[in-house]
């Protein structure tokens, strides 16, 4: 695969909406009046999303696709995030896991510390760390095809939290996805025959790449737990291979992981998603996460009443226009988070507003790092996310997987009933 795919699929996936209103305060009770009720309980309410939009007569206002399964919620936290600064240290004990060979030994460097320095001229190391950014990179040079400067095995791992894994990725993207994906709650136990020949299903592919994010991840932190989500069988010459999205979760609780602020947002919400592909069973050929990872910080159950999503219904019928009409394609209880981006904001206006603007260092590690750089707090909170349908389409070199991030979203917050749309 080309180095530079990697660089486009990272900017596409922060294509995002427009933001009709942003306000995430959890403070204070804005809807007082409305029902809630204690985490416990949360489970039977949202059971009865279908009858209860039936019963209340928002059918015409609001279209619930079929299959809709709300997610079981047993306990909440209420807590903060912080992107980690050190992510990059994992990296020998990640190359062990994911290439099943011994870091020290590949690269005869005692330390990381001490790998070549790679200043983005285009040569190309075995083992090097990011000058810029400080990423730990392995590139298997026997894989790089001279003459276009590609390859399709390497691995780099960022002080945030990025990491970037391939291995033999030489037949995706491709312009061949179908029409088609599967949430969490609704893939068929359909066997489809793989590239390599091999038959797996997709609820099989899905238990193995959170088993397999849950091995690697927990290197570096307890905290570390993913679910799947998105599971896309993509046809190429008459077989399959698979694309697996995965949501980071807390103690049974997903984050959001939707691309739904704009750049120039001056407080804006960071998606949290995590892709891998397989082209046989049990055989995987990336995994990417463009977006980082996060400490939790400070970590307190909730015990209060919080609205159910029934609840959350009767505010969006409240708050939004009365005649709009929203095609909910599935609904979940998730963390949201937020956290301060003026400064990335306001380098953004400055941006877009000259054609020969000249970034300095410090800039250029904002601008490659709009998610957070290392050590920015995220404020989080419990929040109802209805998302909706949109028309899935495919980009020019192939990819899709931007469709499921950048997409048309409202949340209510679970504490105050506070709206945040992206339509």
Same mark, same amino acid.
């Given at each position: 695969?080309?180095?530079?795919?990697?660089?486009?699929?990272?900017?596409?996936?922060?294509?995002? /909406?427009?933001?009709? $209103?942003? %306000?995430?305060?959890?403070?204070?009770?804005?809807?007082?009046?409305?029902?809630?009720?204690?985490?416990?309980?949360?489970? @039977?309410?949202?059971?009865?999303?279908?009858?209860?939009? $039936?019963?209340?007569?928002?059918?015409?206002?609001?279209?619930?696709?079929?299959?809709?399964?709300?997610?079981d919620?047993?306990?909440?936290?209420?807590?903060?995030?912080?992107e980690?600064?050190?992510?990059?240290?994992?990296?020998?004990?990640?190359?062990?896991?994911?290439?099943?060979?011994?870091?020290?030994?590949?690269?005869?460097?005692?330390?990381?510390?001490?790998?070549?320095? %790679? =200043?983005?001229?285009?040569?190309?190391?075995?083992? $090097?760390?990011?000058?810029?950014?400080?990423?730990?990179?392995?590139?298997?040079?026997?894989?790089?095809?001279?003459e276009?400067?590609?390859?399709?095995?390497?691995?780099?791992?960022?002080?945030n939290?990025?990491?970037?894994?391939?291995? %033999?990725?030489?037949?995706?993207?491709?312009?061949?996805?179908?029409?088609?994906?599967?949430?969490?709650?609704?893939?068929?136990?359909?066997?489809?025959?793989?590239? %390599?020949?091999?038959?797996?299903?997709?609820?099989?592919?899905? $238990?193995?790449?959170?088993?397999?994010?849950?091995?690697?991840?927990?290197?570096?932190?307890? =905290?570390?737990?993913?679910e799947?989500y998105?599971?896309? *069988?993509?046809?190429?010459?008459?077989?399959?291979?698979?694309?697996?999205?995965?949501?980071?979760?807390y103690?049974?609780v997903?984050?959001?992981?939707?691309?739904?602020?704009?750049?120039?947002?001056?407080?804006?919400?960071? *998606?949290?998603?995590?892709?891998?592909?397989?082209?046989?069973?049990?055989?995987?050929?990336?995994?990417?996460?463009?977006?980082?990872?996060?400490?939790?910080?400070?970590?307190?159950?909730?015990?209060?009443?919080?609205?159910?999503?029934?609840?959350?219904?009767?505010?969006?019928?409240?708050?939004?226009?009365?005649?709009?009409?929203?095609?909910?394609?599935?609904?979940?209880?998730?963390?949201?988070?937020?956290?301060d981006?003026?400064?990335?904001?306001?380098? /953004?206006?400055?941006?877009?507003?000259?054609?020969?603007?000249?970034?300095?260092?410090?800039?250029?590690?904002?601008?490659?790092? *709009?998610?957070?750089?290392?050590?920015?707090?995220?404020?989080?909170? *419990?929040?109802?996310?209805?998302?909706?349908?949109?028309?899935?389409?495919?980009?020019?070199?192939?990819?899709?997987?931007?469709?499921?991030?950048?997409?048309? @979203?409202?949340?209510?917050? @679970?504490?105050?009933?506070?709206?945040i749309?992206?339509?």
């Amino acid at each position: 695969m080309k180095k530079i795919v990697l660089c486009t699929l990272v900017s596409l996936l922060f294509c995002s /909406c427009s933001s009709i $209103s942003n %306000d995430d305060s959890n403070n204070g009770n804005s809807f007082q009046g409305t029902r809630r009720v204690s985490v416990s309980e949360l489970n @039977a309410d949202s059971r009865t999303i279908y009858s209860y939009v $039936s019963e209340k007569g928002y059918g015409n206002k609001f279209v619930l696709s079929e299959g809709i399964k709300v997610n079981d919620v047993n306990e909440l936290y209420s807590f903060s995030l912080k992107e980690t600064s050190d992510f990059e240290k994992s990296f020998p004990k990640f190359y062990s896991c994911l290439m099943g060979k011994d870091f020290y030994k590949d690269s005869g460097a005692s330390d990381i510390s001490k790998l070549q320095v %790679d =200043d983005y001229s285009g040569k190309l190391f075995p083992f $090097s760390i990011g000058k810029m950014y400080g990423e730990i990179q392995y590139i298997d040079l026997e894989t790089v095809d001279k003459e276009n400067n590609t390859y399709t095995t390497s691995m780099y791992a960022y002080p945030n939290g990025k990491l970037y894994y391939e291995k %033999d990725a030489y037949f995706f993207p491709g312009n061949s996805f179908k029409n088609w994906y599967y949430y969490y709650s609704s893939y068929p136990d359909t066997k489809y025959t793989m590239l %390599d020949g091999s038959e797996w299903t997709l609820s099989e592919a899905q $238990s193995f790449a959170a088993k397999t994010y849950n091995e690697l991840y927990s290197i570096y932190s307890p =905290d570390a737990s993913f679910e799947p989500y998105i599971v896309i *069988p993509n046809e190429r010459d008459g077989n399959y291979y698979f694309a697996v999205i995965l949501r980071r979760e807390y103690c049974g609780v997903p984050f959001k992981c939707c691309a739904v602020s704009k750049e120039t947002d001056e407080v804006q919400s960071k *998606p949290m998603f995590y892709l891998c592909y397989f082209y046989g069973k049990e055989k995987l050929t990336a995994m990417i996460n463009t977006t980082g990872f996060e400490d939790i910080i400070n970590p307190k159950q909730i015990t209060d009443k919080v609205l159910p999503v029934t609840s959350a219904l009767d505010i969006l019928d409240k708050e939004l226009a009365p005649n709009i009409i929203l095609e909910i394609d599935d609904v979940s209880l998730v963390y949201y988070n937020s956290f301060d981006a003026s400064k990335y904001a306001e380098l /953004c206006k400055r941006i877009q507003s000259s054609e020969k603007y000249t970034l300095t260092e410090d800039e250029n590690l904002m601008i490659g790092q *709009p998610e957070g750089l290392p050590g920015t707090e995220f404020n989080c909170f *419990p929040a109802w996310e209805f998302k909706l349908k949109k028309n899935i389409q495919i980009s020019e070199d192939g990819f899709c997987s931007e469709n499921f991030y950048d997409t048309k @979203a409202i949340y209510v917050n @679970a504490f105050t009933g506070e709206v945040i749309t992206y339509l």
